[in-house]
């Protein structure tokens, strides 16, 4: 079966954002098995967009389309799909509903032009958005299956996984299953060369590795008529990772995060943390607070940007600072064994380091970092040297910190070593 | 004059690439004054490709194809394009060469398949690739100018630089000029009823909302002659804009983001600034801390999840979580003076709230967040009411931060009155 991909919006046309939502839902698409051979991106007219979505339902079996469904005059993609499809717009009292409480519960009035998003075309089937307030559709034609979903990705990719995928796997396409192998502490290419055997090899399964930041994962893939089929083909492959990469694997699991598995270990072995960041500036402690039930482990955290803050709050001593500098070894040392202290914390972790644009030195360079992690008292501190915009800096060590801490963990209490990092 | 942008590879298709060239060819045509009304993906296939190329001369004045110039077999972009043209594929003198020296200049030999490379369809200008083997091409046909670019991004951004860019504005077509009036405090529908006749009366220039989150950015977008005129253009609605949303503008550059409108407000007012967060756990911080020179305003913050951390760090009062819970307006004030007090900050922003999954109940629901900030001693609590993940109910609580951090700051220092919020 082909899908063809169509995004509504005028900013694309314009180039004022990139077009993520056509990589997410190619991707997305490729997973479930479905040919994709077109994507189109028109803007927010009448005329033009009823061409595109006519000449896609003239080659390919699914289109989905992304973006035009706000309250706004110019939000035309669920009235011209309806007329496509041949479909009159009635009032869905279950979305009316839905957009009433939705304001009542701010406290404030829907304006006219919401109740536009509560018409739906005959036969639709409406796809609820927890995130916003523009239900998805499904329009099953005598041509082709056109799916309507928002623009912002935060609606449209909650929406996919949730409602969109299953609808597409019901239309039994066959299946091809990935699973990800997720590893940190290790570059892109070192994890290359140790399974280039694997990628060269392949047919299926298949083995291609992606580079996140701080982060690699290797993402196996089998083509099979069913998913007990498709795993049953990735088993020994998967097998055959873990005991290549061993400890630098930190899960497996879809929805595991690298935070997720460093809040696993800290609640499995019964630990608080607290973090000291500098660079990061709350980085880390969000990164940990993104995990449902951290409460469990984090209590508190502390953002010391300034020298002061690095003294008064963490103890870190006048002299330190003065002879080897905020960015250094000693200072990332004390701010960890600081923070557990203070926080009275089985594991600190603390980051300092120059995150540009300015301030960088030939002596100490934009992008020098040091992140030490203390558990139970015992301090391990690393250098690191980050490249890229101030904002990637500080993501490569936000992500490097919770690779650290996960390392000095399981060195601390499963007696894991890990090889050259 | 109109463009249409034809992205050839199937990495696009599959998903495993963003689309990156599109937005820039899209914004850089934008730019020159050339309407883009569609954009087309399509892998290397050559019925295929033929058709999205005679679809986009059928329709586009101009034709810029990325991709599928290189040396392998399935690049079919030169070969199909000639096709299209009518043209025959001849060797081109100046091509041989070049190719020949790249490659002797590395000390290898050009393998057979190079040698396609310097195939060029009769009567095109062959654009130079400083950057890779694949020259561009730019073709001038009766209905359409035809112009192929290399798909690697390092590749086709200088070559649409040097030799593109000066094509296409030899052909006189005027310019597009847009600019960014960015709100806050203030939903999309609210602003766009406020604004309905202007859209609705727009030709040239136009005005269109964007909803980000706890954002909304007007575009005005002129056409003229140049950019002086399109300047002249867009003046008297930007004027028009800011009477009728006054302080609910933070900015009208396209570079300055929320955070960098309250550091720099700030810095110009001298005053200091802390965060106390509990459920967005050191985001807030953290967005403050992406804008360089923060260092001037921000000294440390506080990131306190549970209730200890709120009363050790803070000094929240024991009976004060017990009578009004941690999400409480109560909580949030005293978070915040805490904060001030315990930095000694001109300003402290403090929020509690519920980010969820779990821990909601009847009388307070996931969503229910809490926001205080502290000007010189002077406390505003607000109530928010947010819906979606936990990421995106965080997401939507520090973007309100900000804003009421800067509203705040507004009404202390300037007498400025918001309306309803």
Chains 1, 2 share one sequence.
């Not at 939502?21 to 479930?32: F, Q, S, V």
């Not at 644009?357 to 008292?377: A, M, N, R, W």
């Not at 060195?411 to 890990?418: D, I, L, M, P, R």
Request: glycine share 10%; hydrophobic share 35%; net charge neutral.
């Amino acid at each position: 079966m082909t899908v063809e991909i169509i995004c509504v919006g005028t900013e694309l046309l314009l180039g004022n954002i990139v077009n993520t939502n056509a990589a997410y839902l190619a991707g997305k698409c490729a997973g479930l098995g479905l040919s994709c051979y077109h994507q189109q991106v028109v803007g927010d007219n009448a005329q033009r967009l009823e061409d595109a979505i006519r000449l896609a339902i003239s080659r390919s079996d699914i289109v989905i389309l992304s973006g035009g469904l706000g309250p706004t005059e110019d939000d035309l993609t669920k009235e011209t799909a309806a007329r496509c499809m041949g479909r009159e717009l009635v009032m869905d009292e279950e979305c009316r509903k839905k957009i009433d409480s939705y304001f009542k519960k701010r406290g404030m009035e829907a304006t006219e032009n919401n109740w536009k998003q509560a018409m739906v075309p005959e036969g639709g089937i409406v796809l609820d958005n927890p995130n916003g307030t523009a239900p998805g559709l499904l329009l099953k034609g005598e041509q082709a299956h056109l799916i309507l979903l928002p623009g912002p990705p935060l609606e449209l990719v909650p929406m996919f996984e949730e409602s969109v995928a299953p609808y597409l796997n019901a239309l039994g396409l066959g299946v091809i299953y990935s699973q990800t192998v997720k590893l940190c502490g290790i570059s892109e290419s070192e994890a290359e060369t140790l399974i280039r055997d694997l990628v060269d090899g392949q047919a299926n399964p298949t083995v291609a590795t992606y580079a996140k930041t701080g982060e690699v994962h290797i993402r196996v893939t089998a083509r099979a008529e069913n998913e007990k089929e498709a795993k049953k083909l990735l088993k020994p492959l998967v097998k055959e990772l873990k005991t290549r990469f061993g400890s630098y694997i930190y899960s497996t699991e879809e929805d595991v995060t690298l935070e997720r598995a460093v809040v696993d270990l800290l609640i499995a072995n019964k630990l608080s943390v607290t973090c000291a960041e500098s660079c990061t500036g709350g980085r880390l402690s969000a990164r940990l607070i993104n995990v449902p039930g951290v409460s469990e482990a984090y209590k508190c955290g502390y953002v010391t940007y300034s020298n002061k803050a690095k003294r008064k709050i963490l103890g870190v001593k006048k002299s330190t600072l003065q002879k080897y500098g905020a960015v250094s070894k000693q200072t990332a040392e004390e701010m960890a064994k600081g923070a557990a202290r203070q926080a009275k914390a089985d594991v600190a972790v603390a980051v300092t380091g120059l995150a540009g644009p300015d301030g960088g030195t030939q002596e100490k360079p934009v992008g020098l970092v040091y992140i030490s992690c203390c558990v139970k008292g015992k301090v391990t501190v690393k250098e690191y040297h980050f490249s890229g915009s101030r904002e990637k800096i500080r993501e490569s060590s936000t992500s490097a910190a919770l690779a650290l801490a996960r390392r000095c963990m399981l060195e601390y209490f499963s007696k894991v070593t890990f090889g050259k990092e």
